[in-house]
């Protein structure tokens, strides 16, 4: 970024210095396209558009002469974030008697910075204001809306504002100040509200007392609560209402995504049995709890998976980087377990669609997004936490032909966790207006998911 302001910040081919051009095009795209992030943050999304553009036609000087070309494969999310070319709109939102959203403009240091906080799977809170600001069902007119969607890009705001030990505190206060600033959030209105929490707290320690009759995203449906109040930290297990609320994807992003099918293979000419590679010991794993039936803790779970590294079909150990090896081991697995961390939920799950590594979940408390018409059972297990031998015999004694099966139903069933689907049947914006429309329509078809399948 230096570098870039050195050079008087350009925007446009006709800025550069035509000596840098003439002499390596490719570097120059390069510098451009990875300062994006950058300019977004400090001079907004038109001027990140624009130099998205320039980057563009600077790498068309590029002749192939200097050896190297412009790898555009890291940056493929932007223009789709910039609105270049953005995610399909859901079915949903083509037919009569849609629902209508009327979307907040709260402060603008609440949704931005875009780039950087569309990254992650807090990415989420992002990507779906985005989605529904384009979508055929967002209306202007709070008259005619049946929900009111409130943009507040938490997670990615604590990090870029907030000093570290305060955040629990500020984003109380601005919360509170966001949802007294709500024009429309009134006594007859305020069940139609839309929070988004993407994070394994949710980031409104007093959300109960001002939002608790509204209605809840999450992808953590046992957050950790008030940690001020409470040592150990303690899961929430009655804070997410399913008639209500609605477990929201966890975003993985483009690239990941990319990457992760690339190295992807059939489950036949897989190596390894089963998988992990993560943390497999942090402080938190020992504090966090749930209370029964809910008693084993993340740190029991990864102990019992620590145990198993060194078994002749399975791949047991900490991180691997760089990450495209990683992403090459979790592709030569035909089980890939996921235990509870510091959430219930956490990223490999969703990783898990996008590698073809059949997901074995080891957190008893978590709940998964569309339980009830994603058919979760066909390409997953769920087994309790506090057994891994056993659910690893479970998977020694499964054949072949079943594997097979489960592998192609979760190609089948990735869209529902692809944020940058092209389907406007599959995808989180189609599931979660589904959920929506059940609840209002035909709440008896909401089906609890068991505590474990197999």
């Known amino acids: 970024y230096n570098l870039y302001k050195s050079w008087g910040s350009p925007r446009s081919p006709r800025q550069l ?8 095009a490719s570097g120059v795209a390069s510098v451009l396209l990875h300062v994006l992030p950058y300019v977004d943050r400090d001079d907004g999304e038109a001027a990140a558009l624009e130099l998205w553009h320039s980057a563009k036609d600077v790498a068309r000087h590029a002749d192939g002469s200097e050896g190297w070309s412009v790898n555009f494969t890291l940056h493929n999310a932007a223009p789709k974030l910039l609105g270049l070319d953005p995610s399909v709109d859901a079915e949903i939102c083509t037919q009569p008697g849609h629902p209508w959203f009327f979307v907040y403009t709260t402060k603008p240091e609440y949704a931005s910075p875009l780039l950087t906080c569309a990254a992650g799977m807090e990415g989420s809170e992002t990507l779906l204001h985005r989605w529904l600001l384009r979508s055929r069902c967002r209306t202007e007119s709070p008259d005619d809306a049946d929900f009111f969607y409130v943009p507040f890009y938490s997670f990615c705001f604590q990090n870029l504002h907030m000093k570290a030990g305060s955040e629990a505190e500020e984003l109380d206060k601005h919360n509170i100040e966001l949802v007294k600033s709500l024009e429309h959030f009134d006594v007859y209105r305020r069940r139609q509200h ?3 929490f993407a994070h394994e707290f949710w980031d409104f320690p007093s959300w109960e007392a001002h939002v608790g009759r509204s209605k809840i995203f999450a992808i953590e449906a046992n957050p950790l609560v008030d940690a001020r109040r409470y040592r150990p930290y303690r899961h929430c297990t009655t804070c997410f209402d399913s008639w209500k609320d609605a477990v929201v994807p966890g975003h993985t992003d483009l690239w990941a995504m990319q990457r992760l099918r690339e190295q992807s293979r059939p489950i036949e000419e897989r190596r390894y049995r089963f998988c992990f590679h ?6 938190l794993y020992e504090k966090t709890h749930a209370g029964g039936p809910f008693n084993v803790s993340a740190a029991e779970t990864r102990r019992q998976i620590r145990a198993m590294a060194g078994e002749p079909d399975a791949s047991i150990g900490p991180h691997i980087t760089p990450v495209l090896d990683y992403y090459k081991r979790v592709g030569d697995c035909q089980f890939c377990l996921v235990p509870k961390g510091v959430g219930f939920t956490n990223g490999r799950l969703f990783e898990a669609f996008f590698s073809g590594c059949i997901p074995v979940i080891l957190s008893d408390a978590m709940i998964v997004p569309f339980f009830s018409f994603v058919p979760w059972p066909e390409f997953s ?4 936490m506090g057994d891994v031998a056993g659910a690893v015999s ?17 190609h089948a069933n990735a869209c529902w966790f692809d944020y940058y689907s092209n389907d406007p049947t599959c995808s989180p914006y189609q599931g979660l207006l589904r959920v929506l429309q059940m609840q209002r329509s035909t709440p008896w078809e909401i089906r609890p998911a068991p505590l474990h399948w197999a």
């Open 17 to 24: 210095q035509p000596q840098n051009l003439a002499k390596c």
């Open 194 to 196: 839309i929070f988004h």
């Open 278 to 283: 993560g943390a497999l010991r942090h402080e």
């Open 381 to 384: 297990l769920k087994v309790p």
């Open 394 to 410: 479970r998977l020694r004694s499964m054949p072949s032909a079943t594997l097979k099966r489960m592998q192609e139903s979760l």
